[in-house]
């Protein structure tokens, strides 16, 4: 027979994991988790930021190590955050994380890279020690709050929502993946269209080109055509002078012409009677 007790125990046992659950869950809220809202909140005091992935397994590995070192962030002075690059693309194209687990150091909102050791005494040392000050701090062309870095983040951010799109389509409304290509293709051609009208427009309010005139036909002027006349007076009056001579020999000729044929009708008549008395 089972004893009377057991189930009085086992509801004190339940209770107390009910009751020690919300302290094992303060403990853990010791590391702050930092996304899109208030990443701004950086640039400000002193902070250890790690950028990771669930699925990465040196960050898995890391987690024991940055925990224990978040318990000693108020000792510190030092606020321990992290980030779910997963969850926040704008972030790790504002950071340019290419490696995971990637750890950040930002003081006054200067940002180094820690490429120390990855355990809690060699992070305890770094911030005690100040060893962030041997490390040369990001440029302000590269830093997270740059214009660069902006645009970056827009842009990671653009493509983790192209990326759902595609499962959206493939997943959900069950089009093939050249259907989805398609959707995309035609997509980017008209807001393309769209981009290159509104620039035009915006460079036609900016800078409005000058409509030129027709400019009228230079007529000549009364100088000029005087000048460009007298030439054309002295070829006509040449011509009329050629013409004058030839008209003129012309009728010389005609009248030499009828001048010899009474002579030679003369002649002809007076030679007939004595050729008419030869052949005779």
């Known amino acids: 027979m089972a004893p009377s007790g057991s189930p009085a125990v086992l509801l004190a046992v339940l209770v107390l994991l009910l009751w020690g659950a919300p302290w094992t869950h303060g403990r853990r809220s010791n590391v ?3 996304t899109d809202e208030n990443w701004r909140e950086l640039l400000e005091g002193d902070w250890m930021i790690e950028f990771y992935a669930p699925w990465c397994p040196a960050c898995q590995n890391l987690q024991p190590e940055w925990e224990s070192f978040a318990e000693w962030g108020e000792d510190l002075e030092v606020n321990v955050a992290k980030v779910d690059v997963t969850e926040q693309p704008g972030l790790s194209g504002r950071f340019i994380i290419t490696a995971l687990p990637t750890i950040y150091h930002c003081k006054d909102g200067e940002f180094r ?6 355990t809690k005494k060699d992070f305890i040392n770094f911030i005690s020690d100040k060893e962030w000050k041997s490390i040369e701090p990001v440029s302000s062309w590269f830093g997270p709050g740059s214009v660069l870095m902006s645009s970056m ?3 990671f951010q653009l493509s983790m929502w192209i990326r759902a799109c595609h499962n959206y389509f493939i997943e959900d409304l069950g089009l093939p993946v050249w259907g989805s290509y398609t959707v995309f293709a035609l997509a980017t051609l008209f807001s393309g269209l769209l981009l290159g009208l509104c620039m035009i427009f915006v460079a036609d309010c900016l800078c409005p080109s000058k409509r030129r ?11 000029l055509l005087s000048e460009s006349a007298q030439p054309l007076k002295k070829v006509e009056e040449e011509q009329e002078a050629d013409e004058e001579d030839v008209s003129e ?3 010389e000729r005609k009248e030499g012409t009828n001048k010899d044929f009474p002579q030679n009708a ?9 050729l008419a008395t030869d052949k005779s």
Do not use: C, D, M, N
């Not at 890279?113 to 990855?118: A, H, L, N």
């Not at 003369?266 to 004595?274: A, E, K, N, T, V």
């Open 32 to 34: 702050r988790v930092i």
């Open 113 to 118: 890279r820690y490429q120390g050791p990855r």
């Open 153 to 155: 983040s827009a842009l």
């Open 213 to 223: 005139r027709p400019q009228p036909y230079p007529y000549p002027s009364k100088k």
């Open 249 to 251: 020999e012309e009728t």
């Open 266 to 274: 003369i002649r002809q008549r007076s030679l007939g009677p004595s």
